[in-house]
């Protein structure tokens, strides 16, 4: 099992910077891969980033250039660095593991806001 825990959204107007954090804790040491996520109101839930455990990073066409995504081993936790923030991603933002033990699993955190305003 893995537990995540999100913090860091809030309200942010347009062309500034937040940053999420997302704190692991259990399994992590089978974890294979950690995201972000996010979903709009009214919209299905789509991928932000992903960051592999041999740090390949995957980014959405939408993010490429203004997010980045990071983690501290030493504390179990990632990050998402996100600047130029526009109001499109306005959404709740869930943190992701993936992880490979008999069979994939993935677990999510409870999600954190981020509302972006023109």
């Known amino acids: 099992q893995v537990q995540l825990v999100e913090s860091g959204g809030g309200l942010v107007q347009a062309g500034g910077s937040l940053r999420l954090s997302c704190a692991a804790s259990?399994?992590?040491?089978?974890?294979?891969?950690m995201g972000w996520y996010r979903q709009a109101p009214g919209k299905r839930r789509e991928l932000v980033t992903t960051?592999?455990?041999?740090?390949?990073?995957n980014y959405a066409d939408s993010v490429k250039g203004r997010f980045t995504i990071s983690r501290d081993n030493a504390k179990n936790t990632l990050y998402l660095q996100m600047n130029s923030l526009k109001p499109e991603d306005t959404a709740v933002y869930y943190c992701?593991?993936?992880?490979?033990?008999?069979?994939?699993?993935?677990?999510w955190g409870q999600g954190t806001q981020v509302t972006v305003s023109s």
């Open positions: 992701n593991a993936h992880q490979v033990v008999t069979s994939p699993m993935d677990y």
């Open positions: 259990g399994s992590i040491f089978s974890i294979n891969a």
């Open positions: 960051l592999t455990s041999y740090g390949s990073t």
